[in-house]
């Protein structure tokens, strides 16, 4: 399906559009403010270079969050004003999952720095009987790093939290095997979970979602 996909959660801002089989096109960029321009225009070059047109397109996604307050309003709202423009569906993907996904392992304990020193964190695994492909083992939430659950075996930490809060976290560089540093959540893999989602017929809330804040802080 044409899925047009929007990260703008964290520093990263990201658009993604799936096609044919596993095709993903996606415009990617490190950029702490600008989100709203950005956006857009990565939007149109996507749909430009699949050949399509916004009225080509079957779906919306969007990252929901937890993430930066702004980021999330900037992506729910370019994405609930396609969805409302063109009568798509739209579907909001969680940061944490999306982390996830780009993982490529099979247990994950995503964490995202949340300022003033806490993280947002949760614990997945993957699940091929699940429609998302991933179940919680524990939800979405906001702590202190310390106060985060030690890695169990083979789990694996991602996400801006673990590169910034390493020693909060108890690790040294002797730990770095235990996360994969650099990573940040990307519209490829809301792209990837919202498919799934829509394939497996999972109906999305029209063109009204509620976005994951956790805490109701601006960052």
Known sequence: MNLLAIDTVTDACSVALSGTGDTILERFQIESRGHSN????M???VILEAGISRHDLNGIAFDSGPGSFTGIRIGLGVAQ???????????GVSSLMALAEGSGVNAVLPAIDARMGEVYWGRLAQDKESVEGWVWLDEAR???PA????????EIGVGSGWDGYADAFGLSEN???LWLPGRCPRASDIARIACRCFDSGLKSGGQIV???YIRDAVT
């Open 38 to 41: 950005l956006v857009l225009a």
């Open 43 to 45: 939007a149109e070059d």
């Open 81 to 91: 004003g396609l969805a409302l423009a063109f009568d798509l569906p739209l579907l």
């Open 142 to 144: 906001v702590s202190t």
């Open 147 to 154: 106060a985060v659950p030690a890695l169990v075996a083979d």
């Open 175 to 177: 730990d770095a095997h």
């Open 210 to 212: 509620s976005p994951i």
